[in-house]
């Protein structure tokens, strides 16, 4: 009987893998980087700043970025000619619990070379602070929301810092946290008692939409929607 | 022995012709139960409802294959304001809760609500922090459907549930059942420990740990911390 590879199907039978096994594992640097130009040059320039690289499911490079220094990092990686990552895909963010960091994610695209690159910033749990890149890219404004909302990570200099995915009015916390019990923090009757008590029309204030206003124009102001109407 | 003699009524004719041909009555009697109760269940329109899933099973019913048309409901009303029966498919997230009550609130009596599906009966396989465990905690409902989507055959089995509980339905009774007090639009059907028990955990959710930590934080509010923590 001929040996056959190791397939996906097979780890089935094992059940789920602690986080705690790959770990280990993951926290080494993978992958060569001189594959991708701009991790190559990200090593060189911010060194001191990566705290390591890792190359995922064959062509996704990954480079865990000090946040203190994030947005430095990120408007270099934008704005330098050899780079331009010009397109902010996706900001997430994972909370792997057992007190370890959250990490916020941002997910790159360069349209101009043609290169995607992920840049992950992890942030202790007692001090969820990083800064906005909503000045860099218009698209972070809501993403950045989403995970203010979602893990509770306060975002320095956002624009427009409120939850934009749980109701305004939201009391029991951030839910995607770990800590965050699955039905909720309060019980069913309170949480039936204030979501019919929420006032469904302050979602769509008249004064949030402002019609015609060219806020996607770069050489308009950075501040969104707000200071448009007083113009 | 002819028809005219079996069915009720009167006003034979010789010359004009009854109803059923020359010599049958001209008129017929009945219950005015009957005949509102008829034009009725004939006649529902249905306010849909869709969330998720189950509204595609419930444009399916509409469609040609099982035509919703024939039993007079093809008029979907997208006003509630001109609507007999709310056919809500699919999950409610709590952030929905309110659009669902106000929509019911605002439908014209006499209406009935039909609970389609696992998620909108009690909360489905999302026994979790954002979403209703049960339409019924917030409206009343007349027909639960299960599934998971019902196909377009349970809808129409649920439809004709609520025609017959039309058909059942009486004018001397219809008012006192169907009152609704004023003071009640937009707050929770049920009481803390009717949602209490209406939306405690089902099947596998069971086994969950209420915190996945084991400690329990401190409500961010004093208001949270006198409720009952299920």
Redesign the interface.
Known sequence: MTEREMSGLDAVGEGPVSSDVTESASTQSTGDPSDHPSVEALLERYGDAVSRHRLNAGDQWVVWIDPTRSHEVLAWLKEDPDHLFDMMSDVTGVDY?KGRPVEVVYQMYSTTHGRALRIRCPLPLDELEIDSVCDLWKSANWLEREVYDLFGVTFRGHPDLRRIL??SDY???H?LR?????????????????????D?ERYYLAEDIVYGEPQYAPEVGTKGSQDGEEG | MGLGDVLPGGGVSKTTGGILGPGTPTFLTSKVDALINWGRLNSLWPMPFGTACCAIEMMASAASNYDLARFGMERMSFSPRQADVLICAGRVP??L???L??IWDQMPQPKWAISMGACASSGGVF????M??GID??IPVDVYIPGCPPRPEGLIYGLMMVQEKIRQESLTKHFEHRAEDPATV???RA???Q??G??GPFGNSTR?E????G?I?T???DE?AD????
């Open positions: 619990g749980m109701p009391a029991e916390g839910p770990k800590d965050f019990p699955l039905r909720g923090r309060f019980s069913r009757a309170e949480q039936t008692r204030r979501a019919l008590n929420q469904v | 709590y952030k809760a309110p659009v009550r106000r026994d979790v922090y954002s209703v465990q905690t917030i937009g707050a929770p009481n803390d420990e949602v209490v209406l939306t969950q209420r915190l996945s930590t400690d934080p409500p961010e509010s949270a409720t009952i923590v299920t």
